[in-house]
């Protein structure tokens, strides 16, 4: 098989493969293990791109995870892709956010790579040239809801809960996420939801504006994305990346410039006893729910 042709056929391959995440086939972890850990497919038709956190059932974020994560973002970006819908091929999770199992008991320079990978990819999510919209197709705790919060949309399926968690685990929120909060929701709301930890359902988020949208199931979430990103065929991607910046200069800088002093906070947070209880009691607690 000459390479063209090689390629060509992984293509196809790896189209299909995609397509039976997307359907949830996959249920449970094990089967993923020698997969990708982030999936894009892109349509040709529309140049958007669909990138798939692939780590089901939880979707949650592990240093591997994080850095092939922050690789996929380089390549919608360089490869000038109109726009990137964000999803996962779990069935119930959009993601749960950092690993807790990376959290426990950490080797403290990993848990500095984690974060430091974290904060990279939401550098370059959060200021991105391309259009953005977050295809939430579950649930969306700490770190994943995050993540949504870094796109420029947000549309959520019914019966799933989203929500910055940080202070119930005894991790403050750093200054940069209560300005991303604000960005979003209302100062008074955003208060109350980072003191509290609160966990939102969809109806309650979309009623605060923390999602934009609420739709049927997964495809109709796929279709909504398109559609958002849709508005800015015509808008030249200079001027709008550049415009879109300005609104979110104040966080972006906050992230850039105080990385080594918010994965110094994060390490001595997690590190901290009562929330290495707080870690293993929610392990516990998830354990005895069977
Ligand atoms: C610039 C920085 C800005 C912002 C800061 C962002 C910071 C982020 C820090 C974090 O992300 S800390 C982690 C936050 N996540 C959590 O606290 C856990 C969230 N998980 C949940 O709330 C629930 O699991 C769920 C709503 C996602 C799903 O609920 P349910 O379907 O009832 O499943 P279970 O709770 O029974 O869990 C099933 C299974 O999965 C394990 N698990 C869940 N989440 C995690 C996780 N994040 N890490 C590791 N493992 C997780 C859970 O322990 C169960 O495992 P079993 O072995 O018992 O099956």
């Known amino acids: 098989m000459n390479s063209t042709c090689l390629q060509k056929t992984t293509r196809i391959?790896?189209?299909?493969?995609?397509?039976?995440?997307?359907?949830?086939?996959?249920?449970?972890?094990?089967?993923?293990?020698?997969?990708?850990?982030?999936?894009?497919?892109?349509?040709?038709?529309?140049?958007?791109a669909t990138v798939a956190f692939n780590r089901p059932p939880m979707s949650n974020f592990t240093l591997e995870l994080?850095?092939?994560?922050?690789?996929?973002?380089?390549?919608?970006?360089?490869?000038?892709?109109?726009?990137?819908?964000?999803?996962?091929?779990?069935?119930?999770?959009?993601?749960?956010?950092?690993?807790?199992?990376?959290?426990?008991?950490?080797?403290?320079?990993?848990?500095?790579?984690?974060?430091?990978?974290?904060?990279?990819?939401?550098?370059?999510?959060?200021?991105?040239?391309?259009p953005t919209v977050a295809a939430i197709n579950g649930h969306a705790i700490?770190?994943?809801?995050?993540?949504?919060?870094?796109?420029?949309?947000?549309?959520?399926?019914?019966?799933?809960?989203?929500?910055?968690?940080?202070t119930q685990l005894g991790i403050a929120i750093p200054e940069v996420a209560v300005h991303a909060t604000r960005n979003i929701i209302s100062s008074r709301d955003a208060e109350m939801a980072l003191t509290l930890g609160s966990v939102f359902t969809t109806d309650e988020a979309l009623k605060i504006g923390l999602i934009d949208e609420v739709a049927e199931n997964k495809e109709d979430a796929l279709a909504k994305s398109e559609k958002f990103l849709s508005l800015f065929k015509k808008i030249p991607k200079r001027a709008r990346g550049i415009t879109k910046q300005f609104f979110r200069k104040k966080v972006i800088d906050l992230m850039t410039n105080n990385r080594e002093k918010d994965v110094e906070a994060f390490v001595s947070y997690v590190m901290n006893p009562a929330s290495q209880k707080s870690f293993q009691a929610f392990l516990d607690e998830a354990k005895n729910k069977k």
Request: charged share 20%; glycine share 6%; with cysteine.
């Open 13 to 48: 391959l790896n189209k299909n493969v995609f397509k039976c995440f997307l359907n949830s086939h996959i249920r449970n972890q094990s089967s993923a293990t020698n997969q990708s850990l982030i999936l894009t497919d892109v349509n040709d038709k529309t140049g958007f």
């Open 66 to 130: 994080l850095q092939d994560f922050s690789k996929s973002l380089d390549e919608v970006e360089s490869k000038n892709y109109k726009g990137m819908i964000l999803t996962s091929t779990s069935p119930t999770v959009f993601s749960a956010g950092l690993d807790l199992k990376e959290l426990l008991n950490p080797e403290p320079a990993r848990l500095k790579a984690l974060r430091t990978a974290y904060i990279d990819c939401c550098i370059k999510l959060y200021s991105s040239m391309y």
């Open 142 to 166: 700490g770190g994943g809801c995050f993540i949504a919060m870094a796109c420029e949309y947000r549309i959520m399926l019914p019966n799933s809960k989203i929500g910055l968690n940080e």
